[in-house]
C-alpha cells in the first residue's frame, strides 16, 4: 500500500522553477510536454538538447559558446561535454555582487555572523590575487584542511577563480588519512584553521598542522584562520595578512572539462581513489538539481549539514549561483543542546533544511520535538546518506510540519551530484524516492544486464552525464576509473548500490551491493582501516564490514588473534589508533574475535560473504572460496 504524505498545492505546482523549465522548453524547443515523465524521457532521449537547455534556463555564463554539446563516443570515459566552451566556476557563484546576504556561519559556542555578496566577491578578489602572488596558476592544486567556515568557501572560490584545482578534508580526518589524500595530487598551497570547537572543547590542530606541512613538501604556503587562537603553526601566514587590494579579480577562463575538484572514495585496496571533477560537469549538474530539483530561488535560505569532506559541502556552496544565502554550521548538532539546529532553522526563517537519515531518527528516538518551533519559511527538508524508514517520514509528518516536502536524494562522491531526488511535481510516497533526476538514465540490472521494474537491482546508469569524473589522479590507461564503474557491465555505469524503480517513477534505494562502507552516508574504504590493523601486532587477519542498525550503517570488525578472549584494553587500543590514523567515522561500532575469515582460492578476502552472512542472506558463490567453512563462524554472530 503506497501512502501520500505531501502534494504541491496548485500554486505550488504553478509556480516551482521546474513548471516554468516545461513552459520554457515547449515553447523554445517546440514542445507539448504536459508532466515530468513527459520531460523526464525527453532528456535521456536528446541529450544534447537537454542539457544545452539546462545552460541557458540557468543562465550559465560562458565566455566563448560550445561549438558541440555532446559528443558521443566508444566509451561513457570519452564523452565530451560543451566542445569549446570557456568559463569560470567562481564567476559563475559570484554573479550576484550585491547586498544580499551570500552565507550565514554559525557555531556551537554561539559564534555567528555574515556575509554578503559583494563582501564575498572583494574577500575571493583578494586571495585569488594572493594565490597568484605564490605563483600559482591554472592546473594547480590547492587544498583545505578546515572546518566548516566562511574561510572554506572563499578559498575554494579563489582556487577557482584562477583556474586551479581545490581539494579539502574535514579537520577530524587522522594525519596519515590526510596525507593518504593530499600526497596524491601535491597541492602547493595548504588553507588551514588552528583548530575548531567540538562539543563544547576547543580541539587545537597545530601539531597535526605541522606534521602535514612537513610530510607535503611540495607545499609552499600554509594560510590559517584563526578560530580558537593559537599561533604556534610553522611557517604560516594568518589570514588577516592576506593583502587587500581593492581591485576586482578578472577570472581566468577554462574549458569545460577543466578540473575543478578533486574528491575522495576509498576502496578495498590501496589508497583513497583521487577522482578529478570538472568546472563546467559540476556547474551545470548542480545548478540543475538546486533549481530544478530543489526549487531553490534567490531569495531562499539552504542550509546542509556537512564538512569541507563531504560531497554535500561542494553542493551546498554550488547554491551561490542562484543568489541564495547558504547556511553553514560548525560543531556538533546537538551542541549546547539537542535542538540547536532546530532552533537556528526557525529563528533564521530557513527554506531548505538538508541533513541525514541518522539525524532524523536521532530526533525520533530521543523524543525532540520540532513542533515547538513555527518554521513559517521551511517548505522542504533533503535527507541523503542512508535511505529514509517509514517510521522517519511519519515522525517529520506528525511531528515536524505537515506542508513540507520531504526529499530522500541519493548520489555520491563519484559523482558529485545525485542519481535520485525531490520533486516539486510529485507527491511524496512513504519510503520513496520522488524521482531520478533529468538527464540520468538510471536502471534497475539484475546480475546478467536485464532491466528490472519493481524489482531490486543493482543502481546503474545507461547514458554518460556530465558530473562524471575526468580522470582519476595517477591513474594510467583509467584502468582505476574503468575498474570502479565499468567492470561489472559493458559500458554501463555501475554504482555498488541496490535500487528499485516504479511503474509510478519512483524509486527505492536499499543501500550498498558492494562492500564500500557508509557510515553517517560517509562512503569510505576498508583499506584505510586495514592499513592500520596490519600495524598492530596481536592481530594475525581481520575482516571489515558495514551492517545496517538503526537507519544507518555501523562498521563491524572481526579479528584473529592468538589470545582467548579479546580484553577491553585490546579494544581500547584498536579504537583509538583507527580514530587517530583515519577518522572517527572509521572507528567500528563492535569488534569480534573470530576464528577463520574466508578466502576466495586465489586469495582474495572476501568481505561480501561476511557481510551477507550477518545480514542472513544466501551466499551464492561459495564454490569459489578457499574456506566456505569458516562462514559458520558468522552466522552465531549476534551484532545487537
Given at each position: 500500500m503506497h501512502t501520500t504524505l505531501w502534494e504541491p498545492s496548485s500554486d505550488q505546482y504553478k509556480n516551482c522553477n521546474l513548471s516554468k523549465y516545461i513552459s520554457f522548453i515547449n515553447e523554445n524547443y517546440n514542445k507539448n510536454f504536459k508532466n515530468y515523465d513527459d520531460l523526464y524521457n525527453w532528456s535521456i532521449d536528446d541529450i544534447s538538447n537537454f542539457w544545452d537547455s539546462i545552460s541557458v534556463f540557468s543562465k550559465i555564463k560562458f565566455s566563448s559558446l560550445p561549438d558541440t554539446i555532446y559528443e558521443k563516443n566508444d566509451s561513457f570515459i570519452k564523452t565530451k561535454w560543451f566542445e569549446g566552451a570557456k568559463l569560470n566556476f567562481s564567476e559563475n557563484l559570484l554573479k550576484y555582487n550585491d547586498d544580499s546576504i551570500a552565507i550565514e556561519y554559525f557555531c556551537e559556542n554561539k559564534i555567528k555572523g555574515k556575509i554578503t555578496y559583494k563582501q564575498l566577491y572583494n574577500r575571493v578578489s583578494d586571495c585569488a590575487y594572493y594565490l597568484e602572488s605564490l605563483g600559482i596558476k591554472k592546473g594547480d592544486r590547492v587544498a583545505g584542511f578546515m572546518p566548516n567556515i566562511f574561510e572554506a568557501i572563499i578559498a575554494m572560490l579563489a582556487t577557482s577563480s584562477i583556474g586551479a584545482v581545490w581539494s579539502s578534508c574535514s579537520p577530524d580526518f587522522g594525519i596519515n588519512g590526510v596525507l593518504d589524500r593530499f600526497a596524491q595530487i601535491n597541492p602547493k598551497v595548504l588553507f588551514v584553521s588552528d583548530g575548531y570547537f567540538y562539543k563544547g572543547k576547543k580541539i587545537n590542530l597545530s601539531s597535526k598542522i605541522n606534521q602535514i606541512k612537513k610530510s607535503l613538501p611540495s607545499v609552499k604556503q600554509v594560510v590559517c584562520a584563526e578560530i580558537i587562537g593559537v599561533s604556534n603553526i610553522d611557517d604560516c601566514i594568518f589570514w588577516n595578512e592576506i593583502p587587500v587590494k581593492n581591485k576586482k579579480y578578472k577570472f581566468k577562463q577554462v574549458p569545460f572539462s577543466h578540473p575543478l575538484y578533486v574528491m575522495y572514495s576509498s576502496g578495498t585496496t590501496g589508497k583513497p581513489k583521487s577522482i578529478?571533477?570538472?568546472?563546467?560537469?559540476?556547474?551545470?549538474?548542480?545548478?540543475?538539481?538546486?533549481?530544478?530539483?530543489t526549487d531553490l530561488k534567490k531569495d531562499d535560505k539552504i542550509f546542509y549539514f556537512t564538512?569541507?569532506?563531504?560531497?554535500?559541502?561542494?553542493?551546498?556552496?554550488?547554491?551561490?549561483?542562484?543568489?541564495?544565502?547558504?547556511?553553514?554550521?560548525?560543531?556538533?548538532?546537538?551542541?549546547?543542546n539537542e535542538d540547536s539546529l532546530l532552533n537556528i532553522a526557525d529563528s533564521i526563517g530557513l527554506s531548505i533544511f538538508g541533513t541525514s537519515a541518522k539525524y532524523i531518527s536521532y530526533l525520533e528516538q530521543n523524543n525532540i520535538n520540532p513542533s515547538k518551533y513555527q518554521f513559517?519559511?521551511?517548505?522542504?527538508?533533503?535527507?541523503?546518506?542512508?535511505?529514509?524508514?517509514?517510521?522517519?517520514?511519519?515522525?517529520?509528518?506528525?511531528?515536524?510540519?505537515?506542508?513540507?516536502?520531504?526529499?530522500?536524494?541519493?548520489?555520491?562522491?563519484?559523482?558529485?551530484?545525485?542519481?535520485?531526488?525531490?520533486?516539486?511535481?510529485?507527491?511524496i510516497i512513504k519510503g520513496k524516492l520522488q524521482s531520478i533526476g533529468l538527464g540520468m538514465n538510471v536502471k534497475s540490472f539484475d546480475s546478467d544486464g536485464n532491466s528490472l521494474i519493481e524489482k531490486k537491482g543493482e543502481l546503474v546508469c545507461v547514458n554518460p552525464f556530465p558530473s562524471m569524473p575526468i580522470y582519476f589522479y595517477n591513474d594510467k590507461d583509467n584502468e582505476k576509473y574503468k575498474k570502479a564503474y565499468f567492470n561489472r557491465y559493458s559500458n554501463v555505469w555501475h554504482h555498488g548500490d541496490y535500487i528499485s524503480i516504479y511503474k509510478d517513477g519512483t524509486v527505492k534505494i536499499f543501500g550498498r551491493s558492494d562492500t564500500t562502507l557508509n557510515p553517517g552516508g560517509v562512503r569510505i574504504g576498508t583499506a584505510e582501516i586495514y592499513r592500520v590493523l596490519d600495524k598492530i601486532k596481536f592481530i594475525h587477519d581481520s575482516v571489515v564490514v558495514g551492517f545496517d542498525k538503526s537507519d544507518d550503517e555501523v562498521i563491524i570488525l572481526f579479528i584473529k588473534i592468538d589470545e582467548s578472549k579479546l580484553s577491553e584494553e585490546m579494544i581500547y587500543q584498536i579504537k583509538k589508533l583507527i580514530r587517530i590514523n583515519c577518522s572517527p567515522r572509521h572507528v567500528p561500532y563492535k569488534i569480534f574475535k573470530i576464528d577463520d575469515i574466508p578466502y576466495t582460492i586465489n586469495g582474495k578476502k572476501v568481505e561480501l560473504a561476511?557481510?551477507?552472512?550477518?545480514?542472513?542472506?544466501?551466499?551464492?558463490?561459495?564454490?569459489?572460496?578457499?574456506?566456505p567453512e569458516s562462514l559458520n563462524f558468522y552466522k552465531k554472530i549476534n551484532i545487537n
Open positions: 578529478v571533477h570538472s568546472v563546467g560537469g559540476t556547474l551545470i549538474q548542480h545548478m540543475k538539481e538546486l533549481i530544478l530539483h564538512t569541507c569532506g563531504w560531497m554535500m559541502w561542494n553542493w551546498l556552496v554550488s547554491s551561490l549561483s542562484i543568489g541564495a544565502t547558504i547556511v553553514l554550521y560548525d560543531g556538533n548538532p546537538f551542541y549546547p513559517n519559511k521551511l517548505r522542504s527538508i533533503l535527507s541523503t546518506g542512508s535511505p529514509l524508514n517509514d517510521e522517519s517520514y511519519d515522525f517529520v509528518y506528525n511531528n515536524w510540519k505537515k506542508d513540507i516536502q520531504l526529499c530522500s536524494i541519493s548520489g555520491g562522491t563519484d559523482i558529485i551530484s545525485c542519481f535520485a531526488l525531490g520533486n516539486p511535481l510529485k507527491p561476511v557481510k551477507n552472512t550477518l545480514e542472513g542472506k544466501n551466499v551464492t558463490n561459495l564454490d569459489a572460496l578457499s574456506n
